[in-house]
């Protein structure tokens, strides 16, 4: 039996933190899933008997008990092969760089070991979730955790002007890079860096998978024409769609979802 479960953090966190999300598999059988780019970092504690097994590209790993999972651009092919619990942390898409003094476009496209980037305080930090059963328990343990590292960052000017800008892009995702970045006082290099160093991705790159998610959630939710979910989704036309969409997904929405009518 597969359950996923979504809460609510803190008011004091809600700016920063999109939602906690719980994993169990209470019987032992073989769960696999697909995850695709979402422009949000996570961070995601096993608290079970199994390891998960995850494939990015070609490679194969065992992921680590405290997986740091960075910004993705293909699927992530994930595996748990039996009893599993995992309590997982997404953030939103500026917010990952108030928690990490690191540059984040370090860790694209991999699952790191947190503990290995953190050290004691999150080898800690497992322990004490490991010991408590109660999950009520657990998040609070985790808050406690992240409110103290937000203390430290919470009034950095740079990750203020990123929520911004990213805030804009995600409101006006057809506007001009270069237009943005002068709204901002930045050169469009310095915007770059900006997001590559805190969030780990361009801005384009984030314009681009938002995108890509839109459309997602339309192909996942109804089957209106391709066309117009292209449109809606703040596509030019269905070819720059199905492109964009064969490139995070690694396949076209049509054989995402085969029930859309192309015309």
Request: charged share 25%.
């Amino acid at each position: 039996m597969f359950e996923y479960e979504e809460i609510q953090p803190a008011k004091e966190l809600r700016e920063y933190v999109k939602c906690y999300f719980i994993v169990r598999i209470e019987n032992y059988f073989d769960f696999s899933d697909i995850k695709y780019p979402s422009g949000q970092i996570e961070l995601a504690f096993n608290l079970g008997e199994s390891s998960w097994q995850s494939e990015i590209g070609n490679k194969k790993q065992t992921d680590p008990q405290v997986e740091l999972l960075g910004q993705m651009t293909g699927p992530i092919l994930i595996k748990s092969p039996g009893k599993t619990l995992m309590l997982g942390i997404r953030f939103y898409s500026y917010a990952a760089g108030y928690f990490f003094d690191y540059a984040l476009e370090e860790f694209s496209n991999q699952i790191n070991d947190l503990r290995d980037v953190m050290g004691k305080s999150v080898k800690e930090l497992h322990e004490k979730l490991l010991n408590e059963p109660d999950m009520s328990n657990r998040i609070t343990i985790v808050e406690r955790f992240l409110l103290k590292r937000l203390s430290e960052t919470e009034k950095n000017d740079k990750l203020m002007l990123l929520k911004r800008i990213t805030t804009d892009l995600h409101k006006h995702p057809e506007r001009n890079i270069k237009h943005v970045a002068n709204d901002y006082n930045m050169s469009p290099r310095n915007m770059q860096r900006l997001f590559l160093r805190h969030m780990g991705i361009t801005p384009k790159l984030y314009v681009r998978i938002n995108r890509f998610q839109q459309g997602l959630q339309y192909l996942e939710q109804n089957k209106e024409l391709l066309t117009d979910i292209a449109y809606k989704s703040g596509y030019a036309d269905q070819s720059h769609f199905i492109r964009d969409f064969k490139a995070f997904a690694d396949k076209t929405p049509s054989a995402f979802n085969p029930g859309v009518p192309l015309l």
